[in-house]
């Protein structure tokens, strides 16, 4: 029957606690029903009915598992959570009894009625005060479970209901006797039940550490140390540590002996193993021993991988991973001929030099998997500090040993190929210099005896195969460049790529999406399409990107329209749709010459580039403005060039006043870009000659090559790199330097037939191939002004920003 003072509140099941009266009671709520119950009060009246659970272990409860008395409380405050469960502050207010539960949709409700305490103000309630009171002081001092602020608050309260709901709510006693209490609606019965309960828990207390006393006072030593060596034994177990001091020593005796170390080695591990037999187990010092001993034994010392030394299957290998590449794949041929007749031959190290994208990094594993060794790799990228080559000295907390023995030990074999990534990008600061660790590593006649700080000892890399890679070597330290042998991979012509786009990278990727190796092929107009008009790049990492776009269209189409994978050939418009419109167009062949532009090469760390340059003259008072972000050394090539016309202007047909009438403006595009060196010096000299006698340059040829004030032109470098770049703009004639011609025979032989390359002296031979109308009779002291060309000149050199134009990386 429901009472006409029946209530109808949200219900919030409680776990392990007991909800009374006049108590404020945090509530974490985490169950959804819980959830909506919190939200249905604080959109009503904010009132709320909690209730304790009968069995804390069920998650999900329903009305028969929960209690038919509970509180009345009010929300004084909800703090949701990010993942949809929230924290409240709730006030109990007065004790119900529950007269149905009612189950809704998604929380659970209750009729209640609202049950008053019932006080009998009397002696008697005076001296069972006084007795509760008692017991709680006396459980207090037991237990030492109640913080005496508590103890005192409650002491101080007068009002009785308060009073025993305080302590019932306070004292560790069982949820059943909490409930109990709640239950009773007489405060003086209430107050007597709480008594014997505090009465029968303060028994208990004080008979256990009646008992504990007396175990204490019977143990001998010799049983506390039992004692106390079974605790540490379970404490040991839980953590999964072995605390057999005498087991653990002799099992790493036998590893010491069974590892092959070199007797300096055997020696520092027995000594440090005798040494941590001395020591207790759990000890910092004993973990920092016991580490350093693994570490001994866990390195090889004597394993090795047996070398294949097939060089048929080698260089069939090599061919698989990569096209083209002779010089490298001839290299490691070669070391595997020396191998097979000289045991002793220790390992080359090699540098790798190249433009990104062209396979330096695959090209090492590659190599590690042609002659059946182990392969690991170290990145050197950002390397700061010495310590991560050499490893930290066993001082210093959490030490280790560095990259290399790291490396060793991960390799497993004293010959894996270890390949030192990005060895140009080291950098050094106050913590030392990595690039001078690496000295000792890559030298052949020291890392025999390469010591680590860690270990201490001697050991012996002479068998390693160390490839190192950069992108250039300008920012490598000469004494560490002496040591290893450079090879250059130069950027790949059109003709590479195309060959590399269809006998690797198309197969790869329609794998890698999906699509099959056999599904996908590329039209030989596609793959031209793709290299020429959607990437310009001296290597394949941006073509194998493109390629990869392509075939994710291609693979989204066939999900989208639910078709069966058929086999699809991908035509030149194909790829447009998948690509979006061409992003470099070819060069206009045929676009009008212009006066005072000439085209330029340029060597970078990527591989060649244009290096377009643009001159003006305007009425002035003589002064000579270079902007571009130019460096110093091409400000004076610029000068020199400037000083060589004027000493010859009327050879020129140009005004012998021109500099005191005039300004001069030289620019190089891309002002956001640093650029420097001194084979620019022709392209600048033909520019200024060109803007001042108002003859035009051939837009269908560029040059390269430094210039003297005699007007001699002088050898350069990057030749090979350059000309790939004039290749994949369309250009086809190219001014040399006369000194490097020899050096035409590193280019591949359909680019020289494909290419007019034509060698230059002097400046006059310049002009007369470069300006598209003849510049009058230079004279024949004009044409053989100079000396014999000097030595070889660094080529020239832009540094690309990183960032736009924040941070400058010089390269070459």
């Known amino acids: ?120 103000e009397d002696k008697q309630l005076e001296a069972l005060i006084r007795a509760l009171k008692a017991q709680f002081e006396r459980y207090v001092s037991l237990s030492q479970r109640v913080p005496d602020e508590i103890f005192l608050s409650v002491r101080a309260i007068q009002e009785p209901g308060k009073l025993v709901h305080s302590i019932a709510n306070f004292s560790q006693i069982s949820v059943q006797d909490k409930q109990h209490i709640l239950e009773e609606p007489n405060v003086n019965k209430k107050f007597v039940v709480l008594t014997r309960i505090l009465g029968h828990e303060n028994e208990m207390l004080e008979l256990e550490t009646k008992i504990l006393d007396q175990v204490r006072s019977q143990i001998g030593k010799s049983q506390k140390e039992y004692f106390l060596n079974e605790q540490m034994r379970a404490i040991e177990k839980e953590l999964g540590v072995s605390g057999d001091n005498e087991g653990d020593s002799e099992d790493l005796a036998k590893k010491i002996e069974a590892a092959g170390m070199s007797k300096e080695a055997q020696d520092k591990a027995n000594k440090e193993l005798a040494r941590l037999s001395r020591m207790q187990p759990m ?146 600061d106050f913590r030392g210099d990595p690039a001078s660790a690496m000295l000792e590593v890559l030298d052949p006649e020291q890392n025999k005896t390469f010591n680590d700080h860690y270990l201490e000892v001697d050991y012996d890399l002479s068998q390693v195969l160390f490839i190192t890679t950069a992108n250039t070597t300008d920012a490598t330290p000469p004494p560490l460049l002496d040591r290893m042998e450079v090879l250059r991979l130069p950027g790949y012509t059109e003709h590479e790529k195309h060959k590399i786009a269809s006998n690797f990278l198309i197969p790869k990727q329609a794998k890698a999406n999906g699509l099959g190796e056999d599904k996908v092929t590329f039209s030989e107009e596609a793959i031209q399409t793709v290299i020429t008009q959607y990437t310009r790049e001296a290597g394949v990492r941006n073509l194998e990107r493109e390629i990869a776009n392509v075939c ?164 350069i470098g990057g030749l090979k790199e350059k000309s790939l770049a004039a290749h994949r703009a369309g250009i086809r004639t190219v001014l040399i330097p006369d000194d490097n011609v020899s050096d035409l025979e590193e280019i591949a032989k359909e680019i020289r037939d494909e290419m007019k390359f034509i060698p230059v002296k002097t400046l006059g031979d310049v002009l007369r191939v470069a300006l598209a109308r003849p510049a009058g009779q230079l004279s024949s002291a004009a044409a053989t002004l100079g000396s014999t060309p000097g030595p070889a000149r660094p080529a020239l050199r832009r540094r690309r920003s990183i960032r736009d134009k924040e941070r400058v990386q010089p390269v070459l």
Request: hydrophobic fraction near 40%; include cysteine.
């Open 1 to 120: 029957m429901v009472s006409l003072e029946s209530l109808l509140l949200p219900v919030i099941p409680m776990r392990d606690v007991v909800p009374f009266p006049q108590m404020l009671i945090p509530v974490f709520v985490g169950r959804r029903e819980s959830v909506r119950a919190l939200d249905v009060a604080m959109n009503k009246d904010k009132r709320v009915l909690l209730v304790a659970q009968k069995s804390m272990e069920n998650p999900e409860p329903k009305p028969d598992d929960l209690y038919l008395h509970g509180t009345i409380c009010e929300i004084m405050q909800v703090l949701p959570l990010p993942d949809g469960t929230a924290k409240a502050l709730v006030e109990g207010r007065q004790m119900a009894r529950v007269e149905s539960y009612l189950e809704r949709e998604d929380h659970l409700s209750a009729l209640v009625a609202p049950t008053p305490d019932v006080v009998v």
């Open 552 to 715: 994710r269209k291609i693979a989204r189409e066939i999900v989208e329209k639910g078709a069966k994978l058929r086999k699809i050939e991908v035509s030149p418009a194909r790829v447009r749709a998948a690509l979006g419109p061409p992003r470099h167009k070819d060069l206009e062949l045929h676009k009008p010459d212009e006066i005072g532009v000439v085209t330029g090469l340029a060597w970078t760390e990527t591989g060649g580039e244009l290096l377009p340059i643009e001159t003006i003259v305007m009425k002035g008072k003589g002064e000579l403005q270079l902007t571009g972000k130019l460096g110093e050394v091409m400000q004076e090539s610029a000068r020199a060039a400037l000083s060589y016309v004027r000493a010859h202007s009327s050879e020129f047909g140009i005004d012998p006043e021109f500099k005191r009438k005039n300004d001069i403006h030289i620019h190089v595009p891309e002002g956001a870009i640093p650029k420097d060196g001194p084979s620019a010096g022709i392209a600048m000299a033909t520019s200024l000659v060109s803007a001042l006698s108002g003859r035009p340059v051939r837009q269908d040829i560029a040059m390269t090559g430094e210039i003297t004030l005699r007007g001699r032109v002088l050898k």
């Open 283 to 428: 000890s910092p010092e004993a973990t920092v021993s016991r580490t350093y001993i693994e570490w001994l034994i866990e390195l090889p010392w004597k394993q090795k991988t047996e070398d294949q030394l097939d060089l048929a299957n080698a260089q069939k290998i090599l061919d698989e991973d990569h096209y083209g590449l002779a010089k490298v794949k001839e290299r490691i041929i070669e070391y595997l001929a020396v191998l097979k007749l000289s045991k002793e031959l220790r390992g080359p190290i090699l540098c790798l030099v190249g433009p990104p994208g062209v396979g330096k990094s695959s090209l090492a594993r590659s190599i590690a998997r042609a002659i059946g060794r182990k392969f690991v790799r170290i990145s050197l990228g950002g390397v700061r500090d010495e310590a991560e080559i050499r490893g930290h000295r066993r001082t210093y907390i959490g030490s280790l040993p560095g990259k290399i023995l790291q490396s060793m030990k991960k390799a497993g074999t004293i010959n894996p190929v270890l390949l030192l990534d990005e060895i140009d990008k080291m950098s050094s």
